[in-house]
């Protein structure tokens, strides 16, 4: 079977971090998001990957996972010209397909189950399409799927307001060379996109078979903000300590933290887990460090406190400023003697909430 992740599209949710990379790359426990369905990809068995890629930034995709031997799988890249919605995507890897069955993972999706069974069923089935199904508390938002009631799937309502089950499609699909003659035929949405979910339909009104899984284990579609602190709060107590920097004396650590190679922990510091600092780092003077937050690599971090948050790679903050449920992009600094006069030199769309 042959794998595909999706790492085009627009992400304007995501802004103003998708205005320099594509969102798929943002670190979630200091590790880039697409990287959790390369891994799931991988661990089933699946080393032969095609990624899609569009926009100016999507060369950083290239520099990050290269031909894919560091992750021990082979990267094929493909380039989308514009994010025409995910089945136009799909439809971009009919070369690379071939005959073979294969799974689709939208890079910003952040799975903590095993697919292995699921990729061995669909291996040996002989279902046009399996999809992953998790129960949401709020249905209305997601595309759900509508049983019969011998419990197979018979339809996927996109965003109900009435829906039928709190069953969510999430974003990994099982799919076989059948769909691409419907993705040939597909009209655009209202949206102007080739939707997964209208493909899937056809499939299923031209009375093919769609397998599904139940998955109970954690899932996210990483859309927004606040998800991406959610998964990255997840990920983390996932996580074993360990720690590989320098600790000075009067240091208190408390909890699952994870310290890369380089970094120092200097006096009077507290770090309270689940908490991972990357390499390089100089944690010093008055800092706390509290739970569910990642820094990255080359990273200053001096008299303020961080909890519930993420701070990207060579950052500098030193404000005396409690922050929370905050994502602060790469090589930021906030620096203030008093937290009463800042200076900001801000791009477009930052949210300052003091
Ligand atoms: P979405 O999150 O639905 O769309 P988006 O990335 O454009 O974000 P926003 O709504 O905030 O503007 O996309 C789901 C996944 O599919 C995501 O990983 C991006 C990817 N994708 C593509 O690769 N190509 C596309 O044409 C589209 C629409 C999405």
């Known amino acids: ?41 991988k ?43 995910i089945s136009h995507a799909i439809g971009l890897c009919q070369d690379f397909v071939d005959t073979d069955k294969f799974a689709v993972f939208l890079g910003d999706n952040i799975l903590l189950k095993d697919i292995s069974q699921s990729v061995k ?20 938002q997601f ?12 339809k996927i309502v996109e965003k109900p307001k009435n ?46 078979k769609i397998s599904y899984d139940v ?6 579609d990483t859309g927004t903000p606040s998800d991406i602190i959610d998964a990255n709060k997840i990920l983390l107590s996932q996580m074993e300590p360990y720690f590989f920097g320098i600790r000075e004396d009067q240091v208190i650590i ?9 970094t120092t922990i200097r006096k009077g510091v507290t770090i309270e887990g689940p908490v991972i600092i990357g390499e390089n780092c100089i944690i010093g003077d008055g800092a706390y460090l509290g739970p569910n937050t990642s820094i990255g690599n080359n990273c200053k971090i001096n008299s303020c406190s961080i909890n519930n948050s993420i701070v990207m790679d060579g950052c500098e903050i030193s404000c005396g400023l409690k922050i929370s449920e905050s994502i602060i992009s790469y090589n930021t600094t906030i620096k203030s003697n008093s937290p009463k006069n800042t200076i900001f030199t801000l791009g477009e769309d930052n949210k300052i909430l003091l």
């Open 1 to 41: 079977m042959k794998g595909i992740i999706l790492h085009g599209g627009f992400g304007t949710r995501l802004r103003p971090f998708t205005y320099t990379r594509p969102k798929q790359l943002l670190p979630i426990a200091n590790v880039p998001m697409s990287q959790c369905g390369l891994n799931s990809l």
């Open 43 to 85: 661990n089933a068995g699946i080393n032969d990957i095609a990624i899609i890629i569009g926009g100016e930034n999507s060369y950083k995709v290239k520099d990050y996972y290269g031909n894919g031997e560091k992750f021990g799988v082979k990267i094929t890249y493909v380039e989308q010209d514009y994010p025409k919605g």
């Open 143 to 154: 595309g759900v799927a509508q049983l019969s009631s011998d419990g197979s799937l018979v």
């Open 215 to 220: 998955i109970t284990h954690y899932w996210k």
């Open 121 to 140: 069923d669909f291996e040996k089935g002989d279902e046009a399409a399996r999809i992953l199904l998790c129960e949401v508390s709020n249905p209305s």
């Open 254 to 262: 408390k909890g699952n933290v994870m310290v890369g190679k380089g």
């Open 163 to 208: 829906p039928p089950t709190n069953l969510a499609v999430i974003g990994i699909y099982f799919l076989t060379t059948s769909i691409f003659e419907v993705i040939a035929n597909l009209k655009p949405s209202w949206r102007n996109e080739l939707e997964i979910t209208d493909a899937l339909q056809v499939l299923l009104e031209s009375k093919q």
